[in-house]
């Protein structure tokens, strides 16, 4: 039956527009925004997902801070106990030299005094960002310097926790107080001086050893997290982000089926003129 009051043809092309329209300019906004998935109206369960993940992200960016900044505080220190190192070599040399006999031993005393001031000096000034590892405190009340290193999440919706990898404070305030060594007069107060020397130096290797096994490990922290953080991206993009390729195809897709859709509506509204025919 063909009514001039209802046309069904028109009302059903209508529609079939209408849906079109919406798909294109999904696929328009999709396009020019480069997001998917830009609105929890989108996909409320993909957007919820990619929201937490962009949060962990902000915090894994943070944290890569904080590895930078532990990792230049202990550079400083090991820095630094190499130098006494080297320091604690050269009064070495000079107390196996003042074991002869025809030797000016109050010279070298004096020059081993020099000496024991530089790494005095050293200790001191081996501090980043008020930070000194080589001290008996990190920061004057501390012994441990804790560097945020991991966000820990059990579950898509557990609390967050952070790791702390801690660098313990070397002491040398009061395990390297060269005053105590043996101070030369003579060569037999050089055997003594000797053995306090040795002592000396094998903990300073021990430090320096210690420090820089604590640089390697947050440098290889450091990587891990900006990996991680690379991937979490890369994550969040798969889920979220428009594929170009797809969006273009389905675009001009989208844009054929307009034309049809309003070529078809055309010719249902035209219908109801053929009814004139029938009073001729």
Known sequence: ????????????????LQSVNNSLTDAQNEISTGKRVGSASDNAAVWAISKTMESDIAGFNAISESLAIGEATVAVASAGAEQIVD?????????????SENVDHTKIQLDIDKKSDQVAAIMAAAQFNGVNLLLDTVDGTETKLGVLASLDRVGPTGTPVGTKIEIDALDFTNTLDLSTM??????????QALIDIEVFLALAITGAAQLGSDSARLKDQGEFVSKLTDSMKM???????TDMEEASARLKALQTQQQLAVQSLSIANSAPETLMTLFR
């Open 1 to 16: 039956m063909t009514s001039i009051l209802t046309n069904n043809g028109a009302m059903v092309a209508l529609q079939t």
């Open 87 to 99: 320091k604690l070599i050269e009064i070495k040399e000079l107390i196996v030299s003042a074991q």
């Open 182 to 191: 043996q101070t030369i007069g003579d060569s037999t107060d050089a055997v």
């Open 235 to 241: 994550g969040v993009s798969s889920m979220t982000d």
